[in-house]
């Protein structure tokens, strides 16, 4: 390995150092800010939980979220009807069409 890499060209190496240096510091900077946001994560989190375990707000939510899925079911069932009638129409013009084109090929022949 380390022949390989005594082998690579200078910017390959300063490349490779640097993406090294990038990883290293992502890292280290990434533990010195969890060390740092600890505490006050903490208080955070209870005001968090006192708000979910409201009952009140929690039921109003769930009623919220239900009339959402009917309204979003509704839709669905909405919109597969209009695909349903556009699926006919579409049937329905290209028999008209076809039934066009058999009587232009008559009038061709008389």
Do not use: C
């Amino acid at each position: 390995m380390e022949q390989q890499l005594a082998n690579l060209p200078a910017p390959a190496l300063i490349t490779f150092g640097a993406v090294l240096a990038v990883i290293f510091a992502v890292r280290y900077l990434g533990l010195w800010q969890g060390r740092q946001s600890s505490p006050a994560s903490s208080s955070t989190s209870a005001q968090v939980a006192a708000v979910i375990v409201d009952p009140t707000a929690l039921n109003k939510a769930t009623a919220a979220l239900e009339a959402h899925t009917e309204a979003t079911r509704r839709l669905t069932e909405t919109v597969h009807e209009g695909s349903r009638h556009l699926n006919t129409l579409a049937i329905e013009a290209d028999r008209i069409r076809e039934e066009l084109r058999i009587q232009r090929e008559i009038r061709r022949d008389r």
